[in-house]
């Protein structure tokens, strides 16, 4: 298995198209289109493992990816990452998990450096998604590795190569999901349904409303490249 999201992808595309071959697994087809080529699934299959697994070629400076981010990111993300209005903070945030309203930021709280590089491939800039090469999503993510203090130099270059050498703060706080392990899945008994709370569930506390994308900002809050319409 390559990656996580390819065999799903292929399934899926197949149902889609209505392959004229139909395999054994494959599905319902509908006769309906055609197969999917090599070079379609490959546009769709962009996902990034944290092991660096479906990275693209490329590298990137901090300095370029500061550049990127002053034209492209700075409008709604400020100009260090801290945010501007209700737009989402990039970086800061150190040691503030534990605290009533932690400040969940690439430096304080995200776990693998491949969420951070597959999120802005393939949604940022905001409003003009997927505009960015692949060199300038290194840079820019090495750019957001300066301002969050996890490199140091400003003559880094983030590339295929050291991507994986790459570990963000948070991320020996983040565990493997191991519900497979548990009974209900492993041997597919029953769920326990006996000596449960005996009164009527009640709520304990409500999540935080985050609000980070703004949907009726003035003109003075909205991004450069457009916003929200």
Not at 58 to 81: K, L, P, Q, W, Y
Request: aromatic share 8%; proline share 6%; charged share 30%.
């Amino acid at each position: 298995m390559s990656k996580f999201r390819k065999p799903l992808l292929i399934i899926g595309l197949s149902v889609l198209a209505g392959a004229g071959t139909v395999l054994a697994g494959d599905g319902e087809h509908f006769k309906l289109g055609r197969v999917a080529t090599p070079d379609e699934l490959l546009a769709w299959d962009i996902d990034v493992r944290p092991d660096g697994l479906g990275l693209p070629d490329g590298r990137g400076t901090v300095a370029h990816g500061m550049e990127i981010f002053d034209e492209n990111c700075a409008s709604c993300h400020g100009d260090f990452g801290e945010a501007v209005g209700r737009w989402p903070v990039l970086a800061g945030g150190k040691g503030t998990l534990q605290a009533d309203r932690p400040e969940k930021t690439i430096g304080s709280y995200w776990p693998y450096l491949s969420t951070v590089f597959d999120y802005v491939r393939r949604a940022m800039p905001f409003g003009n998604a997927r505009s960015l090469s692949d060199d300038d999503v290194y840079a820019l993510t090495a750019y957001l590795l300066y301002l969050n203090d996890v490199v140091t130099d400003d003559e880094f270059e983030l590339s295929k190569e050291n991507f994986a050498d790459i570990k963000l703060p948070n991320e020996v706080n983040f565990t493997d999901d191991d519900r497979t392990k548990e009974p209900f899945y492993a041997d597919k008994s029953e769920p326990c349904m006996e000596n449960c709370k005996p009164d009527k569930a009640t709520i304990k506390a409500h999540a935080a409303i985050l609000d980070v994308t703004p949907e009726d900002a003035g003109e003075d809050d909205q991004p450069a490249n457009g916003g929200i319409e």
